[in-house]
């Protein structure tokens, strides 16, 4: 019992289960510990500096390495096909700590529209400060983002399917583009998951994971990680030992535990979020549904070609606005109703007040986010209560009065 972590060729739902644990598991325990010690001590000084300077394996200091946020690093790595990888005490620092890993005043990123509304703002107001140009380019115009990776670029950051309409970019292609042009890939794989997206298969450099989301899937502990080549993901790492963003133990078993059921958690949110959407498009109230799984979206094609499962993540627009989303969202039984995705329960949240909170009315508008849009992270509850419950919620809607002058 002593070959899982070497073992690459494991199928994905034994990855989640065994990956990354066998050298962890002490004095016969079947789990993973949370080592919270802070420091690691040595008898002998020559064996310390052997660890110190990376010779032998080891831990020294919690900032740069622990027992069981390694174990972390390696299932992710395992099932995203990487090299190695880099946890973070947030998405957000996995995310931040990258790019400045790589770029410099001088240099230029190539970037969509619609990232996340964090990373949205390291691209308009961070980077520009350090003098490091960012052409931000519509989400799915994929010639206008060829030209700009033409023009030169040093970095190409993606995300995809994107929040909140599920905007699907050519991963593969683009990937092609920015290599031509010598410019690093980076791609945030969080709505995804590796259960249903590869990117560093179809050429990405480097994959980021908010693993507060679906990896940890229970909303209840922060992470982030990066994945790739050992000479990539070293130098994250370096970046991360000295700047300091390095994720706690006890929050790197929560993901542990999570990622346990990842797969059947993800698959069950796949065929949930597949019936829902279908049901949502057939409803008179709905004026339209955002999922990559419906021939109706934009980037079905191109879905169909790069994942292998199209997500838990939809959203939807209601007939009449926020007025009807007021009316509508209080009545759903079965959705926290709050800013956060990817958890076993279901989420629902109007992207006004969650991840475009921060943009007015105006720039939500030039982003295509209708006012009656509903972003709705589906839960791995059973698909038919799921459908009851908006179903009643819709029959609340119809039934009032100032929506229904609205319609
Ligand atoms: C939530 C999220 C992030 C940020 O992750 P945190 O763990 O909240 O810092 C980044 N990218 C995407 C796509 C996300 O959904």
Known sequence: MTTYNSDQSARVGTQTVWGGEDEYLMQGATQVPVVHSVSYGYDDIDVWQDVALGKRPGHIYGRMSNPTVRVFEEKVRLLEGAEDACSFATGMAAISSTLFAFLSPGDRVVTIKDTYGGTNKIFIETLPRF????????????????????????????????????????????????????????????????????????????????????????ADALAGVVCGSHKLVKEVYHFREIHGAALDPMAAYLMLRGMKTLHLRVRQQNENAMHIAQFLEEQPLVEDVF?????????HEIAKKQMSGFGGMLSFSLKGGIDSVRVFLPKLKYAHLAANLGAVETIAAPPRTSSHVENTLEERQAMGIPEGLIRYSVGIEDADDLIDDLKQALEHLETNVEVGAAK
């Open 131 to 218: 003098n490091v140009d960012v052409a931000l380019c519509d989400t799915t115009d994929h010639d206008m983002i060829e030209r700009e990776i033409a023009k030169g670029c040093q970095l190409l950051y993606l995300e995809s399917p994107t929040n909140p309409t599920m905007k699907v970019t050519d991963l593969e292609r683009l990937a092609k583009a920015a290599h031509a042009a010598q410019a690093l890939v980076v791609v945030d794989n969080t709505f995804a998951t590796p259960i249903n997206q590869l990117p560093l298969s179809l050429g990405a450099d480097l994959v980021i994971h908010s693993a507060t989301k679906y990896l940890g899937g229970h």
């Open 291 to 299: 999922y990559p799984g419906l021939a109706s979206h934009d980037g």
